[in-house]
């Protein structure tokens, strides 16, 4: 799923992608999101304001889903302006709004949105499984769709048809398979990117990343010197699931923030 923008960590500045805009009142209570013209779906059909109208009433309604209380601490009302405008009339001020629907617009926070098209068919969103390759689900706007999944494996194909290459906004990515694999722990990822076994890896310590340059001329990162890259702004922690009847505690690898 592309995302409204993506944040340079480093500065703080925003490279616009699905959003053309995303600009509050003074007093951080009204929100206004412009999207591009001619996002479409993976399947064809087009990405526009319904779909986020529709995916913040589905969670506002539905306790058992994933950002249900986020959206009725924060928001009085979703509006559609048009079919590329939507604003967001907030109950309190939130200078952070647009940075917590675009900094983390990957998933971190409630801007995953689902095909109303689909969504909206479904009696029950929270039983919903949303996994049916032969189907196209799930469902993205993204350059590539998810053609296997397995234990250790995701494998995606480029979507050829990808909206962000049609209207001209970006070039479509030149490969046209990406495989994303899990094959262990620190050292075995570490000694298997060295024996070029990956064509690039995130989330390894400085340590790992000091080998590998040193085993492997071909590998680089985005700095040559210390810290190497922007630091990650997420804090590792163990979070501990103690509310009743919430299965499982789970740990992000990425940002431990689940």
Request: contains cysteine; neutral net charge; charged residues 25%.
């Amino acid at each position: 799923m592309d995302g409204l923008a993506y944040s340079n960590y480093g500065d703080g500045s925003y490279y616009m992608w699905m959003a053309e805009a995303f600009e509050s009142n003074l007093e951080s209570t009204v929100w206004t999101l412009k999207l591009r013209k001619g996002i479409t779906w993976q399947d064809g059909m087009p990405f526009t304001a319904d779909d986020i109208i529709f995916t913040i009433e589905m969670q506002t309604k539905n306790d058992k889903l994933e950002y249900h209380f986020y959206w009725v601490e924060w928001l009085e009302s979703a509006v559609k302006v048009d079919d590329h405008t939507v604003k967001y009339n907030l109950k309190k001020p939130n200078p952070r709004f647009a940075d917590q629907r675009i900094a983390c617009g990957l998933g971190l926070f409630p801007d995953m949105f689902a095909p109303k098209h689909i969504w909206g068919t479904i009696a029950d969103p929270s039983t919903f499984k949303n996994f049916d390759l032969a189907k196209g689900w799930p469902m993205g706007t993204g350059a590539y769709i998810v053609a296997k999944v397995a234990t250790n494996e995701l494998i995606m194909v480029r979507n050829d048809n990808w909206w962000g290459a049609k209207t001209g906004m970006a070039k479509l990515p030149e490969p046209k398979k990406v495989i994303y694999r899990y094959v262990g722990t620190e050292e075995v990822r570490t000694q298997t990117a060295t024996d070029n076994g990956f064509d690039s890896m995130e989330d390894i310590t400085v340590g790992a990343l000091e080998v590998m340059l040193t085993q492997n001329n071909k590998w680089e990162a985005w700095y040559k010197a210390k810290p190497y890259a922007v630091p990650d702004p997420c804090a590792r922690i163990i979070a501990i699931n103690s509310a009743k009847n919430r299965g499982t505690t789970k740990i992000c690898a990425r940002c431990s923030a689940w």
